[in-house]
């Protein structure tokens, strides 16, 4: 059996995208030791999968948020975004597109996931 890890991000831009950056750090370095990965966006974390939400992140230390992103995407990590959440937490950017490999879910499907992964919280 594979390895998975399931990574739920709660926080948006109020942290300045602390969490995130750890989250898509975290999840690029999971990936790279061969960790199927997902990473779930849902409450305020939800505002990470609107396209350009992340383009100014940049916390010492770390690269670019936007970097992270790419890289979790480019190297096949699974990016949820959870479907309830981003109509109540991103209604102020309805006109704004999900990131391309972004995928709104319900929350029967990352149950699923859950259960099948180590699960970590941010």
Known sequence: MKNKM??????????????????????????????????????????????????TVHIEGFDPLNKYISLFLENGGNLLVCSPCNSFYCSIAENTALIEGAQLCGLTHIVNVALNSTTITL
């Open 6 to 55: 399931l990574i739920i991000l709660t926080t948006g831009p109020e942290d300045r995208g602390n969490r995130a950056t750890l989250a898509f750090s975290m999840g690029v370095s999971a990936l790279i030791s061969s960790v199927e990965t997902t990473i779930y966006l849902t409450m305020s974390g939800t505002f990470w999968s609107r396209w350009k939400a992340s383009d």
